[in-house]
């Protein structure tokens, strides 16, 4: 897998404490480009954050260190729990995936960045979800076939060949 330039751009749209549980990820997309994202980030005005965004050439921007709790879901819920920021990482597309389908270096990238925490937090495809399903009726991030793809992928690379 190829490596993906990462830069950080801390966010100031945070909570330090409690500590951020990291039982998953949900996935988004940010409709913004790669740049204009990461400005709307670091804006305090904004009060919204991820962990970390991808752009169209996989290049990722850390926003918040996955320790603390990006401000990314709202009023949210998985797996009978509210509260989706406290125990999901917030992972972002630079792209609106209603109109443009996820470039493979964005797939790939979110694939290096999941990989050295998969087994560290002992993750299944189960863990993993996108806005659109912990926020419905309110958000509609991914496109429905774009996270069929990325989950597609995401248990291609990690799971087990039985």
Not at 57 to 76: F, K, M
Not at 84 to 93: K, M, Q, R, T, W
Not at 115 to 122: D, Y
Request: contains cysteine.
């Amino acid at each position: 897998m190829p490596s993906f330039t990462e830069i950080r751009r801390p966010s100031p749209n945070f909570s330090a404490t409690p500590a951020h549980e990291k039982l998953g990820v949900c996935f988004h997309h940010s409709v913004m480009d790669f740049e204009a994202t990461i400005l709307h980030m670091l804006s305090p005005e904004s009060r919204v954050s991820y962990h970390v965004l991808i752009g169209a050439d996989g290049t990722r921007a850390t926003l918040v260190p996955d320790d603390h709790v990006a401000w990314h879901a709202g009023v949210s819920s998985f797996h009978g729990r509210n509260n989706c920021n406290a125990f999901l990482l917030g992972v972002s597309f630079a792209v609106d995936t209603r109109t443009t389908p996820l470039t493979t270096a964005q797939i790939a990238s979110a694939l290096d960045w999941l990989a050295p925490r998969w087994l560290r937090h002992g993750w299944t495809p189960a863990c993993m979800t996108d806005h659109r399903q912990v926020a419905p009726g309110r958000k509609d991030d991914l496109a429905p076939r774009e996270w069929l793809r990325l989950l597609a992928a995401i248990s291609e690379h990690f799971l087990p060949v039985v």
